[in-house]
């Protein structure tokens, strides 16, 4: 096979569940779900972590729960890990799931994950953020994850419809570039050149 034709047919190849999740081997559990301790009691031992950032959870009877961390939801989607397996050959459980033709969308930009990092959301489902490439972009694992329970958590009793205001907080490192900028910028105002 030439380079061109491996190359169109990666364009054009779905990924699979197994291209769809991260090492879990490398991520610190506990760490993970500190701000998720709200919705996962009874949660055993941690199954997937999905690219997407979501998590994958076998419970206390062997079954697979989803941890859709767009909408503060945990979903049992399989009786036991092998069914869920099974389900993840279906093209539609890896679209809502992984959001599987998303992540390959970034992915084929060039976009790729470092360890320890998912595909977070810029603006959370939740808050009217939607499923596309444009709003996901890679954000360290952790912080994703506490800033995902701590929104879900504090919006989970709000009625639906709520209208809710957010603001960007900038980084005081930029408040205190702005803050030279201006000065330098009134300095040299008061210069006789």
């Not at 997937?48 to 979903?75: H, K, R």
């Not at 959001?99 to 360890?115: C, D, F, N, P, R």
Request: proline share 2%; charged share 30%; aromatic share 8%.
């Amino acid at each position: 096979m030439t380079e061109t034709n491996a190359r169109q047919t990666k364009q054009i190849m779905k990924l699979t569940f197994r291209e769809l999740i991260i090492d879990k081997s490398k991520v610190d559990l506990t760490r993970l779900c500190s701000n998720w301790s709200w919705l996962l009691g009874g949660q055993e031992d941690l199954a997937f972590v999905s690219m997407a950032g979501d998590l994958f959870f076998i419970g206390q009877n062997d079954e697979i729960n989803w941890l859709n961390t767009g909408l503060g939801d945990l979903v049992r989607v399989a009786d036991t890990l092998e069914h869920f397996e099974e389900r993840c050959r279906e093209e539609e459980n890896l679209e809502y799931w992984f959001l599987a033709s998303v992540i390959e969308e970034i992915l084929k930009t060039g976009v790729e994950l470092k360890e320890n990092e998912v595909f977070g959301y810029h603006l959370m489902p939740i808050l009217g953020g939607d499923y596309s490439a444009g709003n996901l972009g890679p954000v360290d694992i952790y912080t994703h994850f506490q800033i995902t329970g701590l929104i879900c958590q504090e919006t989970k009793d709000l009625p639906e419809g709520t209208t809710v205001e957010s603001r960007v907080l900038e980084k005081k490192v930029d408040d205190t570039i702005n803050d030279s900028e201006e000065s330098a910028e009134e300095s040299a105002g008061n210069r006789d050149y």
